[in-house]
């Protein structure tokens, strides 16, 4: 796997694969040429997505059957619901097919996961920030783990990163929403080649109607009414909103207990956008009574801020300790259920050099997450100072 730079040859391979495909495919609405090979200035792997779509379930019969006589075998939908995956097979061999590299899919014209595939891909023909924005997240991944390292690219770009990837939808939707004169993208298909959908088409006599055609025409007008307003009206999210999804879970106020280093002590904290939300901020006050193990007890007070540095495309945690000390954390990692956020220090303030800090947040259901800090001293190993549990109070 090996991320290219945009290269215009991508339009001309998309095209020469529909050319043998529309000979071949009878029952078929269009071919659209998806993902990232299809937006211009766009980096990617040098695969050519397309999206076949049909109107039917009988539609899918016949097409699968007219792919599988092509050389092409039915993998199912490989967990993504409303997308059917073509691979080719070691039998047949075409000098097209089998000599460009690509991905295949059927998907029915009202699909959920066709629409985003559209939504996605117009919107970051016509917005070049987020398409850099794009780019430096594919650039970001490779870097840190490498150009031939594909399952993780995959895994991490589409966990790690699916904020990006649902904010961008939302973006879209909200974008139409504001223009609604101008032809939904679900109509409006910017690079699809319409390869079936003809005004007439004959009937058992042989004779032309335009019966098909209109209703195929009428399903679609149905789905955008009946999917695209609702999904509109709630499509509320901005920019700035869709950056900060990983860590909206965490705003509110929570309760809990924890123990450690210090004994066992009581949390409350707060957290809550601030600053025009371009920032969240969180106040943290932990009570450890007198104990056998420290006679005097403690008491902590902490303010953190989280920002998103857009130069770097992470977030940034900042600690401000009663005691002085100020930490500064890089995301390190998110899970792939989005679950685990794992913060690093880069730098600490007022305390001996070389000493690191990692804060670990494991949200646990939808109302308790549990934080687990750890220090590390000079060229050693992390060890953890605390671990607390805390539930959500409103």
């Not at 005004?199 to 004779?207: E, F, G, P």
């Amino acid at each position: 796997m090996v991320i290219q730079e945009y290269n215009e040859g991508w339009i001309y391979q998309f095209e020469s694969i529909s050319k043998v495909l529309k000979r071949a495919l009878t029952s078929i609405n269009r071919i659209d040429h998806i993902g990232s090979t299809s937006i211009k200035g766009m980096c990617a792997k040098p695969v050519i997505d397309i999206d076949i779509v049909i109107d039917t379930e009988k539609d899918f019969s016949i097409t699968k059957n007219e792919l599988e006589n092509i050389g092409y075998v039915h993998v199912g939908d490989q967990g993504i619901k409303g997308r059917e995956v073509f691979k080719r097979n070691s039998i047949h061999q075409d000098s097209i097919l089998d000599k460009i590299k690509h991905h295949l899919y059927v998907c029915l014209s009202d699909s959920d996961e066709l629409k985003r595939h559209v939504l996605f891909r117009n919107y970051l023909r016509t917005h070049n920030k987020e398409m850099n924005d794009y780019i430096n997240i594919k650039k970001e991944i490779v870097a840190k783990y490498g150009s031939d390292n594909r399952e993780k690219y995959v895994e991490v770009k589409e966990n790690v990163y699916k904020w990006f990837f649902e904010g961008i939808i939302k973006l879209a939707i909200e974008e139409e929403n504001k223009h609604p004169t101008t032809a939904s993208p679900c109509l409006r298909l910017q690079g699809s080649l319409q390869v079936k959908h003809m005004l007439t088409k004959k009937n058992s006599q042989n004779k032309e109607i335009l019966m098909p055609s209109f209703l195929a025409f009428f399903r679609k007008a149905i789905f955008i009414a009946i999917f695209m307003v609702p999904l509109v009206s709630s499509a509320q999210m901005t920019k700035q909103d869709s950056i900060w999804q990983p860590l909206k879970f965490f705003v509110g106020n929570w309760k809990g207990k924890g123990s450690g280093e210090p004994g066992i002590g009581e949390y409350e904290r707060t957290y809550r956008f601030v600053l025009n939300n371009r920032f969240i901020e969180a106040k943290n006050k932990s009570t450890f009574p007198p104990s056998d193990k420290n006679s005097k007890g403690e008491l902590h007070e902490q303010f953190d801020y989280f920002s998103y540095d857009k130069g770097r495309h992470c977030f940034v945690l900042r600690q401000f300790h009663i005691e002085g000390f100020v930490n500064q954390y890089k995301l390190d990692s998110i899970s792939a259920d989005g679950k685990r956020i794992v913060f690093v220090s880069e730098a600490i303030e007022n305390i001996p050099a070389g000493w690191r800090a990692k804060e670990t947040y494991q949200i646990l259901n939808d109302n308790q997450f549990q934080e687990t800090f750890e220090l590390a001293e000079p060229n050693k190993q992390f060890e953890v100072y605390t671990t607390a549990t805390l539930n959500r109070i409103d």
